[in-house]
């Protein structure tokens, strides 16, 4: 099961790379991320922690990162994994943006519908606030 999401960002890439890194401050254009950190650089095999505004913390490992281009996390927890793809393609407007979500495991056909749900509402709601960012420096409208 996966959910997807994408827009496109009068902005470089390297612009919406930039916002990607600084892990810390995901908060503040992801409403679905109430702390994210990372122990070390944004890069592959960096580990992190992500905190949904409810649920507790789960660890985050960035088994991709593509400087300019895309970035995918996994977190895990007992029988579900999910799967956090983020890609940035150039176009004649900008810069497409998509996100992706892929639920796996035992346990993905009970979670994935709980968590999956909200996703498919949310993930426009965090393309709409990274583009408010990218685009005027700020997610307030």
Request: proline residues 8%; glycine residues 8%.
């Amino acid at each position: 099961m996966h959910v997807e999401s994408r827009v496109t960002i009068s902005v470089s890439p390297e612009k919406i790379f930039e916002i990607y890194a600084d892990v810390p401050n995901w908060k503040t254009w992801d409403p679905d991320t109430k702390e994210a950190s990372i122990d070390g650089p944004f890069q592959t095999g960096s580990k992190g922690k992500i905190t949904p505004p409810k649920g507790i913390s789960v660890p985050m490992n960035f088994i991709s990162v593509v400087p300019n281009k895309s970035f995918t996390v996994d977190s895990q927890i007992p029988l579900f994994r999910m799967v956090f793809e983020h890609e940035l393609n150039v176009t004649a407007a900008g810069t497409e943006v998509v996100h992706r979500v892929t639920f796996s495991g035992a346990l993905s056909f009970l979670l994935g519908r709980i968590v999956g749900n909200p996703l498919r509402t949310g993930l426009p709601i965090t393309l709409a606030s990274l583009k408010r960012l990218a685009e005027t420096g700020s997610v307030a409208d």
